[in-house]
């Protein structure tokens, strides 16, 4: 689940932060892109999770969410 807030990054990807164009919701699946572009291993590890039912997308973040997605497919094809 690359939406889970839980994240490790190695110390190599630290420059790919400061190239991110999204903020909001979409900001780990172009992180994770751009890792995966500059050849980073993206690997998973189990970890225990205790989930927020209090975290919601709500109807008016679709938007954000659509303009997020159509600008990382532009920016990473």
Do not use: Y
Request: hydrophobic share 45%.
């Amino acid at each position: 689940d690359i939406f889970c807030g839980f994240k490790i990054f190695h110390r190599s990807l630290q420059p790919l932060f400061q190239e991110l164009q999204t903020t909001g919701w979409m900001f780990d699946a172009e992180f994770i892109l751009r890792a995966m572009k500059h050849g980073a291993r993206i690997t998973e590890h189990p970890v225990t999770w205790t989930n927020n039912t209090n975290s919601r997308v709500r109807v008016a973040h679709l938007f954000h969410i659509l303009r997020d997605c159509i600008r990382i497919k532009r920016m990473l094809t």
